[in-house]
């Protein structure tokens, strides 16, 4: 298993796929605040749900849905916590 | 005259805060813009224990460091309004990301009571929060509820009251009085977070540079303020940049000295909050049993994957919005209210009464007539737009409150995309096809001023409204060949200017998000409530505008310049190789595109084909109705829709032009 415990974006991660957030780098700051602002924070365990049409993400009892850029900017250490 | 005693629910969206609005408020409320927005605020009074409240629901909420246009009107509104007491609607599933907004309404300086809403949905999850707890945890009376039940309610009601009596006594707690069954403990006030010695530092240097007073009408605290230009907030830091001055440079240099480095404070604070919201979270939300998704969280789901999603999308779409707002709402109850009311009834006997009262022809035509302020402006408000508002709300008031809309947003992404449009801006550009005024104005729910520009854009020029739609069909169905030219034209056109425009225009396109809340059955009261008090409002906006238009046809007509338009306009039409008398067309396709639309039928038999696709497809590019175009400049401002009109005329000529060279060069005028 080469991808366990990798670190990726949550852009790369499969369906069903989890991990721990570890950074969260989005392009400009707002964007950044809002997805702290939704729980997407370093430390939370994020479970991708979907890829298409959008990015769909769980985290806890929140869903989110995201375009790529939005999830290219959220690392996830994979598998930790398992 | 008594004081009332004043009270704003505040939280995320998607809470249930309208909810309990709709529980505090009586049966009058008004839903009006905040100031220098688009977005919506509702306010309403309500009486119990003998007490008058007056009740502000205010928008969506996730942070005081904002984002959003509805954040940011929702903390203008903290900012400047004297507010008794703030009533925080928390989600009780997650409560870690509500906590934070609680700890920075604390910083602040108001008084909170905290609602932990949605105990259903959390016993569901398998969860339980121990209420008590929580209260001593944060030094706040906290209430558990179920709001769309009514769980919760009367202690709501209950701790008001008791809040309000209390105003104005000396030595009662800030927090206010604690009753038995709002357990209320932490002995010296509500919980402050502290934060690492790095940000405690520059708050405590920034909160002397502010000096003994906030700054003029703010109403935050001196902390709360220093915390927000720390994280760099623009408005906070554009405030103080300009009440200030004298200090500015120094609180300037200590905000960039704090953010610098690999750990700026603008992040350690936000994520001071949110681990801090955890600890207390995790130590007052047990779990009880394993988790039995609802079934509006397994459809909400499924609802998401494009297999499922995407047919649901289009039946949404096809009998929520096609069918019923513009088969049954613009056709139905508009032919009924339009032909049988007001051309059958009001119209005749306002034209008789009319005749009677004024001798002068000039009033006669203002008043009533074919163009007059009450038998066009009036009626098209009452009779056209009414009814297709009326439906539209009702359908949007459910489709919001029952969480699809996000779902919608999702699925509808990428294809947006290329316009510089999210997926929201399905709903605005379905209903152009039904009536492109109300589209303008819906277009409202998008997020930022740069969408809204641009779906505006892309619905003046090409999305035909369902009048135009109807008679182009009626006219090119007869010449199949015709018809796909056209489409292809109009849809290439719009993709091309839309795509064209989204590269132009400053900015650029917000990254899409949206939070996915459970699918829930809407509240019957709740909807009816809403849609009557936007119906309200909406109508109020648009029946100045189609009186305005009225009065400017009558302007027209009297001073004797539509002779002279419609000669540039002929001039323009020999140019696209069309014959003269489609001007006519044009301008009334102006004035009333419907009319305009008609006028092509009447033409159609004497055109060929190549003319009739160059006049069908510049007219259908062409600037859109009067209504509309009123519209966008009241909502857009004048340089946006003067630059929209200009691209769209632009569109229209250039595009009408170049057919109107090859078509009959490759088609040499034969019949297809």
Redesign the interface.
């Known amino acids: 298993m080469v991808r366990r415990r990798a670190l990726v974006t949550a852009a790369a991660m499969r369906p069903g796929e989890a991990g721990e957030i570890v950074a969260v780098e ?2 400009d ?11 997407l ?4 365990r994020l479970t991708l ?2 890829r ?3 990015y ?1 993400v769980k985290a ?8 790529r ?2 999830a290219e900017s959220i690392w996830v250490a994979l598998g930790k916590g398992c | 005259m008594e004081r009332r005693f004043k009270v704003a629910i505040v939280g995320c969206p998607n809470v249930g805060k309208s909810v309990l609005f709709g529980h505090l408020t009586g049966r009058y409320t008004a839903v009006s813009n905040y100031p220098g927005t688009t977005v919506e605020i509702a306010r309403g009074t309500g009486r119990w224990d003998g007490l008058t409240f007056e009740v502000v629901d205010t928008p969506g909420l ?2 005081l ?1 904002c ?2 246009e509805e954040e940011k009107a929702a903390r203008a509104l903290l900012m400047s309004e004297p507010v008794d007491w703030l009533v925080h609607v928390v ?1 009780g ?2 409560l ?2 509500m906590l ?1 907004l609680t700890f920075q309404l604390v910083e602040a300086g108001f008084p909170v009571l905290v609602v932990v809403n949605m105990l259903d949905e959390v016993q569901a ?1 398998g969860l339980e929060v121990d209420l008590g707890a929580l209260s001593e945890c944060l030094g706040l009376p906290v209430v558990g509820a179920v709001l769309t039940r009514g769980v919760g309610v009367p202690e709501i009601k209950a701790f008001l009251g008791r809040a309000a009596r209390s105003v104005g006594r000396p030595g009662l707690p800030r927090r206010g009085p604690a009753g038995p069954e709002q357990p209320c403990g932490r002995v010296g006030g509500p919980l402050r977070p502290a934060y690492d010695r790095r940000t405690e530092r520059a708050v405590a240097v920034l909160t002397t540079l502010l000096g003994a007073h906030a700054p003029h009408g703010r109403r935050l605290s001196r902390r709360a303020l220093a915390l927000l230009c720390l994280q ?1 907030d623009p408005d906070t830091l554009d405030i103080l940049r300009s009440e200030r001055l004298d200090r500015w440079p120094e609180m300037a240099r200590v905000v960039r000295e704090s953010n610098r480095g690999p750990h700026p404070v ?2 350690r604070i ?2 001071a909050l ?2 801090l919201a ?1 600890e207390m979270a995790s130590a007052c939300v047990r779990r009880v049993s394993d988790p039995r998704p609802t079934a509006g969280q397994v459809l ?2 499924l609802l ?3 297999v499922v999603g995407l047919p649901v999308l289009a039946g949404v779409v096809y009998f929520g919005l096609y069918r019923f707002v513009g088969r049954f709402g613009a056709g139905t109850l508009v032919d009924a209210l339009d032909r049988v009311l007001f051309l059958g009834l009001v119209n005749p006997w306002l034209d008789r009464t009319v005749d009677r009262l004024f001798a002068s022809e000039v009033w006669r035509e203002l008043l009533a007539h074919e163009y007059g302020v009450l038998t066009l402006g009036l009626r098209y408000a009452v009779a056209i737009v009414l009814p297709i508002v009326g439906t539209f709300f009702l359908m949007f008031s459910l489709l919001e409150d029952s969480g699809y809309l ?1 779902r919608l ?3 509808a ?2 294809v947006l ?1 290329p316009l510089g449009l999210s ?1 929201r801006a399905l709903i605005p550009l379905t209903l152009g096809l039904g009536c492109g005024t109300m589209a303008t104005l819906v277009t409202r729910t998008l997020e930022t001023r740069r969408e809204r520009v641009l779906a505006t854009f892309v619905l003046a020029l090409g999305v035909p409204c369902s009048a135009q739609l109807g008679v182009m069909m009626g006219v090119l169905s007869g010449r199949p060949g015709a018809l796909g030219v056209w489409a292809l034209c109009v849809a290439g056109a719009l993709v091309a200017a839309g795509s064209a425009a989204a590269g132009l225009l400053p900015g650029r396109a917000a ?8 699918l829930r059955l809407p509240h019957p009261r709740n909807v009816w409530r809403k849609t009557a008090a936007r119906m309200a409002w909406y109508f109020r906006e648009v029946l100045p505008v189609f009186l305005a238009a009225s009065v400017l046809i009558w302007l027209g007509r009297m001073a004797g310049f539509l002779p002279v338009v419609l000669a540039g306009l002929a001039a323009v039409c020999v140019r696209l190789g069309l014959p003269k008398e489609t001007a006519v067309v044009y301008l009334f396709g102006f004035l009333r595109r419907d009319y305009g639309a008609a006028g092509l039928y009447d033409l159609a038999p004497a055109l060929s084909t190549p003319s009739l696709v160059v006049a069908s497809v510049t007219l259908t590019l062409f600037v859109p109705c009067l209504a509309q175009t009123v519209l966008m400049y009241r909502e857009r401002g004048p340089v946006a829709a003067t630059a929209i009109l200009a691209a769209a005329l632009g569109a229209a000529l250039g595009s009408g032009y170049v057919l109107g060279r090859i078509l009959p060069l490759v088609w040499g005028g034969a019949p297809w």
């Open positions: 989005a392009p700051p707002d964007s950044s605040r809002r997805l702290f602002a939704v729980g924070v370093p430390g939370v749900v979907q298409f049409p959008a769909v806890g009892e929140t869903t989110v849905a995201l375009d850029e939005m | 996730y942070s460091s984002v959003t989600d599933k997650n870690d990301r934070p999850a760099e603008r992040h936000p994520l949110h681990h955890r909400g789901d998401m994957r494009p996000p947003a999702l699925l992404d990428r995309k997926g990254p899409f998000f949206t939070e996915v809340p459970p």
